[in-house]
C-alpha cells in the first residue's frame, strides 16, 4: 500500500473532547444522575419545553434538509437584526470555524489567536495547512494590543481570532479593544458563544453583542451558538454573520446539508421561546455570583470573574490536575489546565444550586 498520513496530521496535537454523562457514568460505575457535569459549559437547565414538541412533530426526516437553512436564517435575521443574506448557519459554530478558515487560508497563511482561549482556533488552523500565531493575553486576560499590532504587520495574518467573553477566563472583549482589532484591516473573528451570559444583562446579550454591526464592517465577522443560552449542544447548531464579500465563497465550500432537520426545528423553536431560556440564563448568572463567593471562600482557589457560564480559579499549593482527578472520582467533573500559559487552573462550568454544593462539598473534602 503506498498511502500514507499526511505529516500535519501526524504532528499536529489532537484535540480532546468531553465525553458524555453516559460514558461518564459507565467509566465510574455509578448512575448516571449521580454524575455533576461542570466541564464543558452546558446550560444544565436543558433546551426550550418547545424543542420537544418541534422535534416530537418532525416529519419528511427521509429528504435532505435544505441546504440554505432558508427558514433558520430568516428566523435568526428577524431575531438579531441582520440581513439574511449575511447569515450562513452550522453545524455548531465549531463547523463555520473551520469553514472559515478553509475558504481563506492557501498553504503557509497564518492567524492570530490571542491566547489562551478556544482550541479550536488553532486545531482548524492547523488541519487547513495553517500556521498560528499565539499571542498572548495580558494578566488580566486584556489583548496585548502592541504585540497584535507588531504581529499583524510582520505576519500579515488572514484572520484574528477573538473570543468574547473568552473561553477560559470569562472575560469580554471592551469596545475600545474591538476598535483596536478592526483597524487593523485584518478580518477579525469575534466569537461570541457566551455573549447572552454577560453581566447585569437579562437581553440575552442584545446590548453586548456586536453582531449587528457586521453587514456594515467590512473585516468582521461574529459567531454565535445555540449551545449554551439555549441548551442544544447535543443537536450541533450555530450560526454566524459574516460580510458580504464572504458569502458567495462560504456557500461554495460548505458541506451541502450541513444543518440537519432536528437542529433547525430546534433552534426555531428556542427562538420562539427567548423568554424562558432568558430565565434559565439568568438562573446561570445567579448562581455564577454564587459559585464565584463559594470558591473565593475557599484557601486554596482564587476564581477570576466571568461574564460566562464558567469560572476559572488558579489553584494555590495544589496541582490543579490532582483536584481534577480527585473530584473525577468522585463524580465531579471540571476542567483543568497545565500548560505554559495556564498553569495549575481549573475551570467550572456553572451548573444548578445542587451541582454547586455538591462541588464545594467534595472540593472541602479535598482541599
Ligand atoms: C468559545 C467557543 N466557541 C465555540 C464553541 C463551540 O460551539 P458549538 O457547540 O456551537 O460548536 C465553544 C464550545 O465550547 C466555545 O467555547
Known amino acids: 500500500m503506498t498511502a500514507s498520513i499526511g505529516k500535519r496530521i501526524v504532528e499536529m496535537p489532537a484535540?480532546?473532547?468531553?465525553?458524555?454523562?453516559?460514558?461518564?457514568?459507565?467509566?465510574?460505575?455509578?448512575?448516571?444522575?449521580?454524575?455533576?457535569?461542570?466541564?464543558?459549559?452546558?446550560?444544565?437547565?436543558?433546551?426550550?419545553?418547545?424543542?420537544?414538541?418541534?422535534?416530537?412533530?418532525?416529519?419528511?426526516?427521509?429528504?435532505?434538509?435544505?441546504?440554505?437553512?432558508?427558514?433558520?436564517?430568516?428566523?435568526?435575521?428577524?431575531?438579531?437584526?441582520?440581513?439574511?443574506?449575511?447569515?450562513?448557519?452550522?453545524?455548531?459554530?465549531?463547523?463555520?470555524?473551520?469553514?472559515?478558515?478553509?475558504?481563506?487560508?492557501?498553504?503557509?497563511?497564518?492567524?492570530?489567536?490571542?491566547?489562551?482561549?478556544?482550541?479550536?482556533?488553532?486545531?482548524?488552523?492547523?488541519?487547513?495547512?495553517?500556521?498560528?500565531?499565539?499571542?498572548?493575553?495580558?494578566?488580566?486576560?486584556?489583548?496585548?494590543?502592541?504585540?497584535?499590532?507588531?504581529?499583524?504587520?510582520?505576519?500579515?495574518?488572514?484572520?484574528?481570532?477573538?473570543?468574547?467573553?473568552?473561553?477560559?477566563?470569562?472575560?469580554?472583549?471592551?469596545?475600545?479593544?474591538?476598535?483596536?482589532?478592526?483597524?487593523?484591516?485584518?478580518?477579525?473573528?469575534v466569537d461570541e458563544a457566551y455573549i447572552e451570559f454577560t453581566q447585569q444583562n437579562l437581553d440575552l446579550g442584545r446590548s453586548r453583542s456586536i453582531i449587528t454591526q457586521t453587514p456594515k464592517r467590512e473585516n468582521l465577522v461574529v459567531l454565535r451558538t445555540f449551545s449554551k443560552w439555549a441548551g442544544l449542544a447535543g443537536l450541533r447548531v450555530g450560526f454566524g454573520a459574516f460580510p458580504s464579500w464572504l458569502m458567495d465563497s462560504l456557500w461554495k465550500a460548505k458541506q451541502p446539508y450541513n444543518v440537519n432537520i432536528a437542529a433547525s426545528a430546534a433552534a426555531l423553536a428556542s427562538l420562539s421561546d427567548d423568554a424562558y431560556l432568558a430565565g434559565n440564563v439568568a438562573r446561570i448568572q445567579q448562581e455564577r455570583a454564587r459559585l464565584f463567593t463559594k470558591l473565593q471562600s475557599l484557601p486554596t482557589l482564587q476564581p477570576y470573574p466571568s461574564q460566562s457560564n464558567f469560572i476559572l480559579c488558579k489553584t494555590k499549593n495544589v496541582s490543579a490536575i490532582e483536584i481534577k482527578r480527585k473530584l473525577a472520582s468522585r463524580g465531579v467533573f471540571i476542567r483543568h489546565y497545565d500548560n505554559a500559559l495556564l498553569k495549575d487552573c481549573i475551570r467550572i462550568s456553572v451548573g444548578r444550586p445542587e451541582d454547586t454544593d455538591e462541588l464545594i462539598h467534595q472540593l472541602e473534602g479535598i482541599l
Open 15 to 189: 484535540y480532546i473532547p468531553i465525553e458524555p454523562i453516559d460514558v461518564l457514568a459507565a467509566r465510574l460505575n455509578i448512575p448516571a444522575e449521580k454524575i455533576v457535569k461542570m466541564d464543558a459549559n452546558e446550560n444544565p437547565y436543558g433546551p426550550s419545553p418547545l424543542v420537544k414538541e418541534a422535534l416530537a412533530r418532525l416529519d419528511l426526516v427521509n429528504i435532505y434538509p435544505d441546504p440554505e437553512s432558508r427558514k433558520l436564517r430568516d428566523g435568526l435575521s428577524n431575531f438579531h437584526k441582520v440581513p439574511m443574506e449575511n447569515l450562513l448557519a452550522g453545524s455548531g459554530a465549531d463547523e463555520l470555524i473551520d469553514l472559515l478558515v478553509r475558504v481563506l487560508l492557501e498553504p503557509g497563511d497564518c492567524v492570530i489567536n490571542c491566547v489562551p482561549t478556544f482550541g479550536m482556533y488553532s486545531f482548524d488552523t492547523l488541519l487547513n495547512y495553517g500556521t498560528c500565531i499565539s499571542i498572548q493575553r495580558n494578566a488580566d486576560f486584556s489583548l496585548d494590543q502592541e504585540a497584535i499590532e507588531v504581529a499583524v504587520r510582520k505576519n500579515k495574518p488572514k484572520i484574528i481570532f477573538a473570543c468574547s467573553p473568552n473561553n477560559p477566563d470569562g472575560r469580554l472583549l471592551t469596545g475600545e479593544e474591538i476598535d483596536f482589532l478592526l483597524s487593523l484591516h485584518t478580518l477579525v473573528v
